[in-house]
């Protein structure tokens, strides 16, 4: 049988790039979606007519319920996940000025509480392997943002929901060894989002150290290595052309909004 892998928030953008991914390297994947059924099935259709493997399944990340249902209609139709990739995340702006502690504990659900859950749920579940137990092995990879390695201030809730998982990387390692193994992904700017305009982006997409733009493909074939190689846990790769290594004081849009309004013809 194959590989099964869940992959949260597959339907769109990077989602959508790591389903294509693990997909085409002959997992069998399971496409999580919160809002985007549309997409979702859509993708399951343009894969499947390629002879691929995939399964949506829709559920609400910030309630636990669904969550643990999600998991025991998987392991029913399909026996335990191999992997587990935390791709679906809320960003929200605020500042540490201004933030609404509702929507904090909102982010905070969908961005550390499931991820937690669910390699709570995949270790569990390695316990109905029936795979020898120098072959077990099960991955957890949590999507973090070069943002924790690079602070500043801006989407302050959804940093530091991101800082709390880019931490458990490390304590999930330890704590779920040696039946599955944690590792974390994080990426540069790969996308546009929210208000941000495509000239914004082709700027911002260029602060970094490499003056390119990241291939979402990069990230989720990244994800994949994770997945794929025995020997890597407690780890987090930053896939952002060296953008970590780039100090800003300002979250990036708005940093290449303001070399923008400097001067029309700079160049990040």
Not at 103 to 114: D, T, Y
Not at 218 to 230: G, K, N, S
Not at 246 to 262: C, I, K, S
Request: proline share 6%; glycine share 6%; aromatic share 6%.
């Amino acid at each position: 049988m194959q590989d099964s892998v869940l992959i949260t928030g597959g339907a769109q953008r990077l989602g959508r790039e790591l389903v294509l991914a693990f997909a085409r390297a002959g997992w069998h994947v399971w496409c999580h979606y919160g809002h985007s059924a549309d997409a979702a099935q859509a993708l399951q259709a343009e894969l499947r007519a390629q002879g691929l493997a995939v399964d949506v399944i829709g559920a609400d990340l910030s309630q636990v319920a669904q969550v643990l249902s999600m998991v025991a209609q998987i392991t029913q139709q399909r026996g335990p996940l191999r992997a587990v990739v935390n791709n679906a995340s809320l960003f929200e702006p605020d500042t540490g000025s201004d933030f609404d502690p509702a929507l904090l504990r909102q982010q905070m659900e969908v961005n550390l509480v499931a991820p937690l859950l669910l390699g709570r749920e995949l270790a569990r579940q390695q316990t109905q392997r029936s795979d020898p137990v120098d072959v077990q092995d099960a991955c957890l990879i949590h999507v973090l943002d070069q943002k924790v390695f690079n602070l500043n201030p801006d989407y302050f809730s959804y940093t530091t929901t991101k800082l709390a998982l880019e931490r458990s990387v490390d304590l999930q390692a330890q704590a779920l060894a040696p039946g599955v193994r944690v590792c974390g992904v994080a990426p540069g700017l790969i996308y546009p989002s929210g208000p941000q305009s495509q000239d914004n982006f082709d700027r911002a997409s260029r602060v970094n150290l490499l003056r390119r733009a990241t291939p979402p493909a990069d990230v989720a074939a990244t994800c994949l290595f994770l997945a794929q190689t025995r020997s890597i846990t407690g780890v987090t790769i930053c896939v952002d052309n060296g953008q970590h290594l780039v100090p800003l004081a300002r979250d990036v849009m708005f940093a290449a909004q303001t070399l923008t309004q400097e001067s029309p013809h700079a160049e990040p």
